[in-house]
């Protein structure tokens, strides 16, 4: 099992950046592929990218490609999310999640380890 905790969510303006960062807990970091979510108010949780266990793939919604870089340091158990050129409509909670699954996914419901999540509000 791995517990998860998400930080570095803020207030942005628009056009602007923030890195989001999740800590994972355990020796066994390295098997599970991550992945970041949002939900914004009034919405359904939705995927934003995914990375494998050793960060050689990366997969991405198209809302958010060529915008955000996801990442991870094994070696400080630590997943990354870059966010640049942010937009209003990426005002959302942001949370990180993890799963012993092969594939990387952006199933939801593939994902049993969620952290509590970080907001992360752009003003335009």
């Known amino acids: 099992q791995v517990q998860l905790v998400e930080s570095g969510g803020g207030l942005v303006q628009a056009g602007g950046s923030l890195r989001l960062s999740c800590a994972a807990s355990g020796r066994t970091f390295t098997t599970y592929i991550l992945g970041w979510f949002r939900q914004a108010p009034g919405k359904e949780r939705e995927f934003v990218a995914a990375?494998?266990?050793?960060?050689?793939?990366?997969l991405y919604s198209d809302s958010v490609k060529g915008r955000f870089t996801i990442s991870r340091d094994n070696a400080k158990n630590t997943l990354y999310l870059q966010m640049n050129s942010l937009k209003s409509e990426d005002t959302a909670v942001y949370y990180c999640?993890?799963?012993?699954?092969?594939?990387?996914?952006?199933?939801?419901?593939?994902?049993?380890?969620w952290g509590q999540g970080t907001q992360v509000t752009v003003s335009s």
């Open positions: 999640a993890a799963t012993p699954g092969v594939v990387v996914t952006a199933r939801l419901n593939e994902y049993p380890y």
């Open positions: 990375i494998t266990r050793l960060g050689g793939y990366t």
